[in-house]
């Protein structure tokens, strides 16, 4: 078999990337669940009618098709999900009655979209999604709490640089394009919206001529709407600006206090690594959003685009008899990970869980290193046993490689020593009572440095071919 060549779009980790890519989730997870919300998983799947109900994304369906389909279509009518946002829609629908709403939910999954990959965009990846979905009413103060609830997950990631959180409001948009005369009965507002949204992506002067040969926009209304979508504000100042505008309406009021009182709602959060921007050019792509949006980036890596995006939905979901308003926010998993080890070289400090490798004296006592190892564990001390009674300096060194730190030795008389690998130092040990310090009981995450080059040298000038 000749050497497989790797697909473009579909990210592989090795595994000291793939800790770093883990601990993020677990992190997540954990952050999510102080919070209060509930993990769900749904299928892979769900019928294309679903699928490209919302928004522009016909084109980056992937279809599923078996090898012997023999349908008219060519296809099964069934698609791969490409956010996570639609299966849980579907899902609340489902399992409505099952359901106690306000009903919070995490969800960390796989999604597929059949775009061109490029630097944080894949054909296959991870989000981590949260929403909060009520039943025909939710409280505007949920969408100040999923906000709150992702940045507080944000800042726990150690390694993530600063970052800002833009936010904006659709129904101020809106009512700031009725209050201009723009229609909203013939699709004219959602697709002004659409094009406004690409200012992260295209010149000023292009997306103005897209108003006006694609929108059909006046030169005038063109230009109004360019002014609002450059206004920013790291507080509520961004309200004195609108109005100064000279634009009113009863929907653009009511937007303008929603997104103020997100602001103040966020501005303790605020810090040298965080920052909360009302940004009114954000519009969010897909149209079911209808209240409250969210872009993230990171400082420093503002090519990657946004990384974390959402925002309110107040008619998502619907059985015709009862409406499941909502809000959430989804992280993309993959899009930080992985152009950040990419760049950065971010890794985890071993490719291994393993704290301890139990050295074997001969292959006639490995059970003993093995009756060490299974002490350790049963204390939750990750470890593994040497493969081979190699000499104990290719055991040390075998360790070294995968970045466990510490070996464990039996000696002759039946004692015990952990060698700490980096340090050298040996001490006594008891297998009952004996545990690593906290900080390398797990894999910790670094990007490769100074330091670690020092550490690798020490362990080298540290060990030795002979017996302990």
């Not at 699928?51 to 098709?65: H, N, Q």
């Not at 959402?310 to 979901?317: C, E, I, M, N, V």
Request: charge should be negative; glycine fraction near 8%; aromatic fraction near 6%.
């Amino acid at each position: 078999m000749s050497k497989p060549t790797p697909l473009s779009g579909f990210p592989e980790l090795l595994p000291a990337q793939r800790v770093v890519e883990q601990q993020v989730i677990d992190t997540l997870r954990h952050t999510f669940e102080l919070h209060g919300f509930a993990g769900i998983e749904t299928r892979a799947v769900e019928p294309l009618d679903q699928l490209l109900r919302k928004g522009d994304t016909s084109k980056e369906v992937y279809l599923l098709r078996r090898l012997h389909e023999e349908s008219a279509e060519g296809h099964a009518g069934l698609g791969l999900h490409f956010d996570l946002t639609v299966p849980f829609a579907r899902y609340v629908l489902e399992n409505a009655g099952k359901l106690d709403f306000p009903f919070r939910r995490w969800q960390i999954q796989r999604a597929w979209r059949g775009e061109r990959p490029q630097e944080g965009r894949f054909r296959e990846f991870t989000q981590a999604d949260i929403d909060i979905v009520g039943r025909d009413t939710l409280a505007f103060h949920h969408d100040i709490e999923v906000t709150r609830v992702m940045v507080d997950a944000l800042t726990r990631l150690d390694f993530l640089p600063a970052f800002r959180l833009q936010v904006n409001n659709r129904k101020l948009i809106q009512g700031f394009y009725a209050g201009l005369g723009i229609r909203t009965d013939d699709g004219s507002t959602d697709e002004v919206m659409r094009l406004v949204d690409k200012l992260d992506k295209l010149p000023v002067d292009k997306v103005r001529d897209l108003l006006l040969q694609d929108a059909g926009l006046s030169v005038e209304n063109a230009d109004r709407v360019l002014e609002l979508a450059t206004i920013r504000s790291d507080d509520d100042g961004f309200v004195a600006a609108v109005r100064a505008l000279g634009v009113e309406h009863e929907l653009l009021d009511e937007g303008l206090e929603e997104l103020a009182a997100l602001v103040r709602g966020c501005a303790d959060l605020v810090s040298d690594r965080v920052r909360v921007t009302a940004d009114l050019s954000i519009a969010r792509g897909l149209d079911y959003y209808t209240g409250t949006v969210f872009e993230t980036r990171l400082d420093g890596y503002e090519s990657m685009g946004s990384i974390c995006s959402g925002g309110r939905y107040d008619a998502l979901a619907s059985d015709g008899r009862t409406t499941y308003p909502g809000v959430g926010i989804s992280l993309g998993v993959s899009r930080v990970v992985v152009p950040l080890v990419a760049r950065t070289g971010l890794t985890a400090s071993r490719s291994v869980p393993s704290a301890v490798l139990v050295a074997v004296v001969d292959e006639d006592s490995r059970a003993t290193s093995s009756a060490v190892a299974a002490d350790l564990r049963r204390r939750d001390v990750p470890c593994e046993v040497a493969p081979d009674a190699a000499k104990f300096g290719k055991q040390i060194r075998y360790a070294e490689r995968r970045g466990i730190p510490f070996v464990w030795f039996v000696q002759p008389d039946g004692t015990h020593q952990v060698k700490d690998i980096r340090s050298g130092e040996q001490v006594d040990a008891d297998p009952a009572t004996w545990a690593p310090p906290e900080a390398d009981l797990r894999p910790s995450i670094s990007t490769p440095g100074f330091e670690a080059r020092s550490a690798r040298t020490s362990t080298t000038d540290n060990n030795s071919e002979e017996t302990p």
